[in-house]
């Protein structure tokens, strides 16, 4: 069912807020989703984003009057106002949720709204937040197995056995000469 204009504009992580939005403040923001990958972009505007938003809000019934809320903060982690990792942190202190709670909806937001974008968020936020999201990860076959000492040159004898009771201090005089 799609969902009415009015809860659109409500729950568009594009639109919230705008209508008390100054023209300077809308200038910037445009000019933060101008530099944005168009899949980003796309994913703050498309009318899928306030459906997926209205009934999250829905299922958690302390978050009913907040969306908008949630709409914002889920826009400042797209423009990377916010780091995605702190997404849990944000939503107790701007919703004045418990931490337990805010780190269940991040989860749903990025499990939910998040998935089809989040190559080019961590894109985005890699170059905004540098160290804090892991660079790409190197596939397994390009790691190294650990490489063992040389072998020891024919000339130089070995003078002791490495016994555990003994610690190795064991020298053997039956081949000495």
Known sequence: M??????????????VGSETMSDLDWERLNTKIDKLPQTLADFLADSKTPGLLDSLTQK????SAQGPDVARLIRD???????????????????GIDQQLAREVANQIVSQLFTP??????KVHREKFPGRIPSV?????????????PPQ?????YQGEELPESGGNIIDLRNQK
């Not at 969902?3 to 639109?15: E, G, N, V």
């Not at 982690?77 to 919703?95: T, Y």
């Open 137 to 149: 990860q190197r596939p397994a076959s390009s790691v190294q197995p650990p490489t063992m000492p």
């Open 153 to 157: 040159p024919a000339s130089q004898k």
């Open 2 to 15: 799609p969902i009415d204009l009015q809860k659109y504009f409500q729950f568009s992580p594009l639109f």
């Open 117 to 122: 974008v989040l190559e080019d968020l961590k």
């Open 60 to 63: 958690y019934i302390q978050l």
């Open 77 to 95: 982690v797209v423009i990377a106002d916010v780091f995605i990792g702190d997404m849990p942190q944000e939503l107790s202190r701007r919703l």
